[in-house]
C-alpha cells in the first residue's frame, strides 16, 4: 500500500471514569502525514511509542525509516532522557520535540533482556502484558510532570509482532489487558492508534479484537428470516428515498451503506446465508448511531444541560469511589445514565419552538433503548464475559425491524425542525 494510505480495520472503546477510550486499528504506514490526519484536530501532539529497543538502536525494524521521516536522532535524543525508568521498567521517554514535529514526545521501550526474561526468545504472556502496563502508566506520569501538555493519544505499530516476532492473536490479548487495567486512570488519554502496513497481521489482529468484543458471524438458514432480511433492508431504502432529507445525516447513510450490503449478500437461489461479523456488527452499531442521535435530538435545551449536570455529578462519584476501592467495579454504572436519559424523554417537548407539544410513547423509548444496548454490546470491551455469547439470526432481525421503526417514527414526526435543514 501508498505510504499515506490509511485504512480503519477497527476500532472499540473502554469505560472508564472520565468517558470511553479507544483503541484504533488501522492499515497503514506510521508516517507525520498519517499522525496528523488521525489526531491533527485532538488540540495538543500526541505521543508515539517504541518498542523491543536496545542501546545499540539495531532492532528498530520498520521504525528505522519512520524516524527518518520525522528527521528524528533516537540516539541522541536516548543520552539525554526526560524520564528514565530503564531500571525498573525498561522504559525510558525523550525531551520534548521541536514544534514541527507531529508527535510531542517519544516513550521508549527497551523490553525485559537486563531483568532476565528475554521475551525476543519466547512469548511471556504475563511479563508482556506487565510492560504494556507500564507503558500505558507512563503516559499518567508524562500529564503529572507535564501537566500542560495532556497529549491525548499515543501511537504505535502492532507492539511485538515485528522483531520480537509475537503472533497479532497474543498480542491483541495483552493490548486489551493492559489498557482495561490502566486507561481509567488517565483522565487526559483518549486514543490509542495501532498502525500496521502487513494485511495477514492486520487481519488477525481485527479477528481477534472482533473476538473479544463478542463479535460472531450469523448463519441465517431460515427461507422466512431471509426473506426479512430483505423486506425490512427495502422498506429502509424506500423510506429514505421518499425523505430525502434523512440522506443528510450520516447517522442515517450508515444504515443505507449496511442495506445495501445486506441486499449484495442475499441472492434470490439463496436458502441460506452467512452475515459476516463485520455486518452484524456495522448494523449494531449504526442501530446505536441513530438511536442516540433521535435521543439527542429529542431533549429541549433544559432536559440536555439537566442530564449533563447529572452526568458529570455521577463521573466525579464515580472516581471518587475508583480511588477509594482500586477497582473498575462501578464503571457499569455509566450506563445508567444513558437510563436516565432515555427515562427523561417521556416528559419533554419533542420539538421546541413548534406551536403544539407531544411526548414520545414508551414503547418507542424502549425500542431507542434496545438499539443503544445492542450497539454497546459490540461497542466496549468487557461485554464478551457476561452471557449469553455471541448473537443468533434473531437479534440481528429485532435490530434491523428496530431501525425501520426509528426511521418510520422520525420520518413521520420529525423531531426536530433542523432535521429538515
Known amino acids: 500500500m501508498k505510504k ?57 525494524g520498520l521504525m528505522k525509516s519512520v524516524f527518518n521521516d520525522f528527521k528524528i536522532d533516537l540516539e541522541a535524543l536516548s543520552k539525554k532522557p526526560a524520564i528514565d525508568l530503564v531500571k525498573s521498567m525498561g522504559i525510558w ?15 521508549c521501550w527497551e523490553g525485559f533482556e537486563d531483568q532476565g526474561r528475554d521475551l525476543k526468545k519466547t512469548f511471556h504472556k504475563k511479563a508482556f502484558e506487565q510492560g504494556l502496563v507500564d507503558i500505558f502508566s507512563t503516559i499518567g506520569l508524562i500529564h503529572a510532570k507535564w501537566p500542560g501538555e495532556k497529549a491525548q493519544s499515543l501511537f504505535s505499530v502492532l507492539i511485538g509482532t ?37 494485511e495477514a497481521k492486520v487481519e488477525e489482529f481485527k479477528d481477534e479484537m472482533d473476538k473479544s468484543l463478542g463479535r460472531t458471524s450469523i448463519n441465517i438458514e431460515n427461507d422466512s428470516a431471509i426473506e426479512q432480511m430483505k423486506l425490512v433492508a427495502k422498506r429502509i431504502l424506500d423510506i429514505v428515498v421518499h425523505k430525502a432529507f434523512l440522506l443528510k445525516h450520516k447517522e442515517v447513510q450508515l444504515i443505507v451503506e449496511c ?33 442516540e442521535f433521535v435521543i439527542a435530538h ?41 437510563d436516565q436519559f432515555l427515562s427523561e424523554l417521556p416528559s419533554v417537548n419533542i420539538v421546541e419552538g413548534l406551536n403544539y407539544s407531544t411526548k414520545i410513547q414508551m414503547w418507542m423509548i424502549q425500542n431507542l433503548h434496545l ?10 470491551f468487557g461485554e464478551s464475559n457476561k452471557i449469553p455469547i455471541g448473537f443468533g439470526q434473531e437479534d440481528l432481525l429485532i435490530v434491523m425491524s428496530s431501525i425501520l421503526r426509528t426511521l418510520e417514527y422520525i420520518s413521520k414526526h420529525p423531531i426536530p425542525i433542523k432535521l429538515h435543514n
Open 298 to 338: 429529542s431533549l429541549d435545551k433544559n432536559s440536555l444541560k439537566r442530564w449533563k449536570e447529572n452526568k458529570e455529578a455521577w463521573l466525579s462519584i464515580l472516581g471518587k469511589e475508583r480511588a477509594k476501592s482500586g477497582s473498575n467495579a462501578h464503571f457499569d454504572k455509566i450506563e445508567a445514565l444513558g
Open 371 to 380: 438499539l443503544r444496548a445492542y450497539g454497546n454490546s459490540v461497542a466496549h
Open 162 to 198: 515485528g522483531p520480537m516476532g509475537f503472533s497479532p492473536t497474543d498480542v491483541s490479548n495483552c493490548i486489551i489487558s493492559a489498557a482495561q487495567e490502566t486507561f481509567p486512570s488517565l483522565p487526559a488519554f483518549n486514543r490509542l492508534f495501532l498502525l500496521e502496513c502487513e
Open 93 to 107: 521517554v525523550t525531551d520534548i520535540l521541536p514544534k514541527e514535529s507531529p508527535i510531542s514526545r517519544i516513550i
Open 4 to 60: 499515506n494510505e490509511l485504512v480503519q480495520k477497527n476500532t472499540a472503546s473502554i469505560p472508564t471514569p472520565s468517558g470511553y477510550k479507544s483503541i484504533e486499528l488501522w492499515q497503514g504506514f506510521v508516517s507525520p502525514e498519517n499522525i496528523s490526519r488521525l489526531a491533527g484536530d485532538e488540540g495538543s501532539k500526541p505521543m508515539l511509542l517504541v518498542s523491543n529497543l536496545n542501546r545499540n538502536f539495531d532492532r528498530l
Open 259 to 291: 442495506c445495501h450490503e445486506t441486499q449484495k449478500m442475499i441472492k434470490a437461489e439463496k436458502t441460506s446465508v452467512k452475515v459476516k461479523a463485520e455486518l452484524v456488527t456495522r448494523w449494531m452499531l449504526s442501530g446505536r448511531v441513530l438511536s
